[in-house]
């Protein structure tokens, strides 16, 4: 492998040498709190006995301020603490809800009053009055209270994402990245990394995480970058995790109730979806094994979720009742057969254990297990609707962890983190309605039905981790280094067959066998990879003075790739000389230095700023690799043309043509790489009130993209609307589409990938927050981010290398100008909001109330035909034109009518891509908690959910601006240029299908004891 881990050594092999009087250290998964403790003129005071106290007021941690009355400690386990500070001749200082989270250090300032013995009274402060937070920047943190708090529609990881303003779920069943295409790209469970499974076309899916539950976990962190090194190896947005601990008090947490959903969705999903009730249940037990030597935490929790599948509403009245009543049983109504509104079920479980062993001092041993399995509960025999696959049918996931820290001395401790997790998920296809093929798409009122074969199959990923990491402090320096080992597995099962699509420009069409058709005939796909990694960090926090840090690291990143085993191709590299296979670009190293500056003047509430910079490289796709080492030419493409007559004399083959499909690495290919930078500043205003403004800017690159090398290099012509057309264009019946093989360039071939990383996103954003808690009735935050992201990746959206129109395909061709702009998942606007106030304390009565708003997805105004020059049956036939932007011409009848209602298509202006946005998106949830019975030790509390009161989501709007009418004249280009018989969609920007997962009640009973 080639790596430069030779350049980190030295610099490991110094800083393990160092020695140093005291250790005051947070890691992954603890953190640490100093303070000063002065009199009431300020002036500092030793000899204060200091005690942290957690679980009951259990003595955690007892320790002497210095002269000048400071005090440091590291190694703190995550959660709430009381910290009292006591003087002979001095009031004694209680602060209560002290919070260490991973990776954090608190700051406190405690003022002592001298008092004449006996001293009887206590003066009594919360953190948010004398302490602050030194944190990573653009992090957002949620401790255990808050998790339970939070109005959780799906019991999962997803509903976190709901209270971060610089990240919020595309959907209900998915993860929005920043700055990056894809979805969430890493998640450590006590600081070791969990990779689930996921399809490359379909993203997380509904069951993402399933291992996880928030009801487990006491606190959860999302950050948008991690200046850490110790768990910083992975590019763009990650979710910390941490498990309950048991303490030194048994407790008993029970969970019960039931929901339905959804509720109130006929008129809009146009449909009558049954409501679904979904029970849950959930029960932890932690406490002493033994007492202050072994701890358990176990917890379990079962439930159901579901999800609307609402396609083709905009269309309910018209073409697409016609047709759902010509096909399949004529006694059955249409509704039952195929859509438009149905809701599929899931039975879920998640459970976890967690035993911490004190070995010998303070020496400790962890034991950490998760376990999450999701099955499909929907009733059998319901075919799938249009526009929804489903996905995940089944989930497993498995995580099996070991954590052992050990304290060689006061200057040193050593974390050795070692952990074996399987993540596997079964997708299904749906059953395809009588009477049509394994997809039919209908160009009149945007049709899709059936089943996606490429959907089905079953992917698995299981990976052993071992991370060790040593910690050494030396005066102001706090040196940290460590490796990451990673020896990580690939399974993928799909049986591909034989199927066949057909697209029909109209219903008429259809009834005639008028269209296009495409027939895939493959061999069932066994494949198994393995992607081993190794990383080595090494970092120092120095702390010039007790206000000001700076952080400054590097690390090191291999990953080694099976590419020595992509099977070459003859018959390619004979007739253009590129050979498929090169195996050098299998291994390859990275180096990634991070720098962060931390300034806290004084150490209690007050100003507070950071900046943090970075490069951060991520990985090459799992699914990347799969393609390049499962497509060696075995899969056959035969595209035909129905309908078209045969001219005397020609062949039966004239209006169809067949090859084998391909996929090669591009040049220079490589992982994606992220150049970060984020900026913040705090303030505190009063007693439990802060406010923070932040600003990131992310640049990344060699994001994949793929074109086709088969593709014609000239084009036939081009369109009224500025479209490129390759390949002859002709008419069989009223279908107008290209010629079979006319736009090959070798007849051997369907279509050669190359999958190329020259994609690149950039994302900057400008976020303003406010937060008030701590003693009072009243919690509040509240945060709005305005962004911008800008890419060259038309339908990218996924994160997985589409085609687009429009590329160089094997000739030397520039690449258009409009593939660069808007990005598919730009977001400028996005605002949370959440609080509770309590408005009976005796009876525990609390009401909350969470908000959320962000701004509808971009999309291009594109044309409905079979021009494109990508499979019309794929996502980009489904967009229309695959994202490629319009000159919008002058004279259509109809025009103006669609314009006055959207100015993003009024003719002229510039051509870009996603000039559209769908409507803005509001969510709110409404959350009631009260203590219904109660005694000494225990409480009993009703908790109500009010979900997507206002039951809106995203939707996938109809983009295509025309649509071309087979019934119209075709003419003969003339100067370059083919006038397409084109008329205007009615149906424009409406949705094909709502997302939302519509209204939601949820009520339970919590039993703490």
């Known amino acids: 492998m080639r790596t430069p881990f030779r350049r980190v050594a030295p610099l490991l092999l110094m800083m393990g040498l160092v020695g140093t009087p005291s250790l005051h250290a947070q890691t992954a998964t603890t953190g640490a709190l100093s303070g000063v403790i002065v009199g009431v003129d300020g002036v500092p005071l030793d000899g204060v006995e200091v005690a942290l106290l957690r679980d009951g007021d259990r003595e955690e941690r007892v320790l002497t301020a210095s002269r000048d009355g400071r005090f440091r400690v590291g190694f703190l386990p995550p959660g709430g603490y009381v910290v009292v500070a006591e003087r002979f001749g001095f009031v004694p200082v ?47 943190s949620l401790d255990r209270n808050e998790l339970l708090a939070l109005p959780q529609s799906g019991r999962g990881l997803t509903d976190v994402l709901t209270g971060w303003s610089r990240g919020v779920p595309e959907t209900p069943a998915g993860f929005q990245a920043v700055g990056l ?39 959860v962190e999302l950050a948008a970058q991690d200046v850490d090194g110790e768990g910083g190896g992975v590019v763009g947005p990650r979710i910390r995790a941490g498990t309950v601990r048991g303490g030194d008090h048994f407790e008993i947490r029970a969970r019960g109730g039931a929901g339905i959903a959804p509720m109130d969705a006929e008129g809009r999903l146009g449909g009558s979806p049954d409501a679904a009730t979904l029970p849950f249940a959930s029960v932890l037990l932690r406490g002493p094994v033994i007492q202050d030597t072994l701890h358990l935490a176990a917890g379990i929790e079962v439930g159901e979720a579901v999800r609307v599948q609402s396609p083709l509403a905009a269309s309910s009245g018209g073409p697409r009742g016609l047709f759902l009543s010509g096909i399949g049983d004529p006694d ?6 195929l859509g438009p509104t149905r809701v599929d079920t899931w039975r879920t479980i998640s459970g976890f254990t967690r035993l911490d062993w004190r070995v010998r001092g303070d020496n400790t041993l962890t034991f950490r297990t998760h376990v999450g399995l999701a099955r499909d509960a929907s009733p059998a025999g319901r075919p799938l609707p249009a526009l929804a696959p489903r996905e995940g049918l089944e989930a497993t996931d498995l995580i099996v962890a070991a954590t052992y820290t050990a304290f060689p001395g006061d200057r040193s401790a050593l974390e050795i983190r070692t952990g074996y997790e399987v ?74 067959g034989a199927w066949e699509s057909v697209g029909h420009p109209s219903l008429a069409a259809f009834n005639r066998g008028e269209g296009i058709a495409v027939s895939v005939d493959g061999p069932r796909r066994d494949l198994s990879f393995s992607r081993p990694a190794l990383g080595l960090f090494v970092q120092d926090r120095w702390s010039p003075t007790d206000d000001l840090s700076l952080t400054v690291g590097v690390r090191a990143d291999g990953e080694s790739l099976p590419f020595d085993d992509i099977l070459p191709s003859e018959s390619w590299t004979a007739l253009t000389g590129i050979p498929r296979e090169r195996p050098d670009e299998g291994a390859r190293g990275r180096i990634s230095p991070r720098v962060q500056v931390e300034w806290t003047p004084g150490t209690g509430p007050g100003w507070r700023l950071q900046g943090a910079a970075g490069i951060y ?13 499962a497509d060696s030419g075995a899969v056959r493409v035969e595209r035909r043309l129905l309908g078209a007559a045969v001219p005397d004399g020609a062949a039966d083959g004239a209006h169809r043509a067949g090859g084998r499909t391909l996929s090669i690495l591009g040049p220079r290919f490589d992982a994606p790489r992220t150049q970060a930078v984020d900026l913040e500043v705090g303030r505190a205003l009063g007693t439990g009130t802060s406010v923070e403004v932040g600003f990131g800017l992310r640049r990344t690159d060699f994001l994949p993209r793929r074109r086709d090398l088969n593709r014609a290099p000239t084009r036939f012509a081009r369109d009224q609307a500025g479209r490129e057309l390759f390949g002859e ?102 605002l949370v909001a959440r609080g509770r106030f309590e408005v009976v304390e005796r009876l525990g009565l609390r009401v909350g109330a969470a908000y959320g708003f962000h701004s509808g997805l971009p999309f291009t105004p594109t044309v409905r035909d079979f021009l ?98 087979g019934e119209g004249t075709l003419g003969a280009p003339s100067g370059g240029v083919l006038e397409l018989p084109l008329r205007v969609n009615p149906d424009f920007g409406r949705p094909l299908a709502h997302l939302s997962p519509g209204r939601g009640l949820r009520v339970g009973f919590d039993l703490r004891y």
């Open 423 to 496: 993540s596997e998920r079964e997708f299904g296809g749906a059953e395809a309605p009588p009477g049509l093929p394994g997809r039919t798409w209908i160009h009149e009122g945007g049709i899709v039905a059936g089943t996606d074969p490429v959907i089905p199959g079953r992917i698995r990923q299981s990976a052993f981790r071992v991370a060790p990491t040593l910690h050494v402090a030396g005066g102001r320096h706090q040196f940290k280094m460590g490796a990451s080992l990673a020896a990580r597995s690939v399974e993928e099962a799909r049986a591909l």
């Open 181 to 219: 295409p894809g979805h969430l790209t890493a998640v450590s469970v006590d600081g070791l990394r969990f990779e689930p499974a996921a399809h490359p076309r379909l993203g997380p899916g509904l069951v993402h995480l399933g291992a996880l539950s928030p009801s487990l976990l006491s606190e």
């Open 94 to 140: 209680r602060v209560s809800a002290v919070p260490i989270r991973s990776g954090r250090e608190a700051l406190v300032r405690i003022e002592l009053r001298e008092s004449p013995p006996p001293v009887t009274d206590t003066d009594r402060y919360t953190f948010t009055q004398v302490g602050s937070e030194r944190t990573r920047g653009s992090a957002r």
């Open 868 to 965: 494109h020059g990508v499979d019309p049956l794929g996502p980009a036939g489904i967009a229309g034109a695959g994202g490629r932007p319009l000159e919008i011409p002058t004279g259509v009848p109809g025009l103006d009518q669609v314009a006055s209602q959207w100015s993003c298509v009024a003719p002229g202006g510039p051509v870009e891509r996603n000039r559209c946005r769908t409507e803005d998106i509001h969510d709110l949830a409404l959350t009631l908690e009260m203590r219904v019975l109660g005694g000494p030790g225990w409480a009993l509390s009703l908790r109500a959910e009010a979900l997507n009161l206002l039951d809106q989501g995203p939707v996938i709007p109809d983009p295509a601006l025309f649509i071309v009418d």
């Open 729 to 830: 264009v002709q008419r069989g019946g009223t279908t107008v589409a290209i010629r079979p093989g006319s736009d090959r360039r070798f007849e051997e071939f369907d279509a050669v990938w190359a999958l190329e990383s020259d994609g690149h996103s950039t994302w900057w954003g400008l976020t303003a927050a406010v937060r008030h808690e701590g003693e009072g009735p009243l919690e509040l935050f509240a945060a709005y981010t305005f962004s911008e992201t800008r890419d060259n990746l038309p339908m990218g959206g996924s994160g997985w290398p589409e085609a687009v129109p429009g590329r160089p395909g094997g000739g030397s061709e520039a690449e258009p100008a409009w593939v660069e702009g808007r990005s598919d998942r730009d977001i400028p606007h996005r």
């Open 617 to 629: 490289h991520g990985e090459v796709h799992p699914g990347i690799v799969a393609e390049l080492l």
């Open 332 to 337: 059955r109504p249409a509704e039952s057969r």
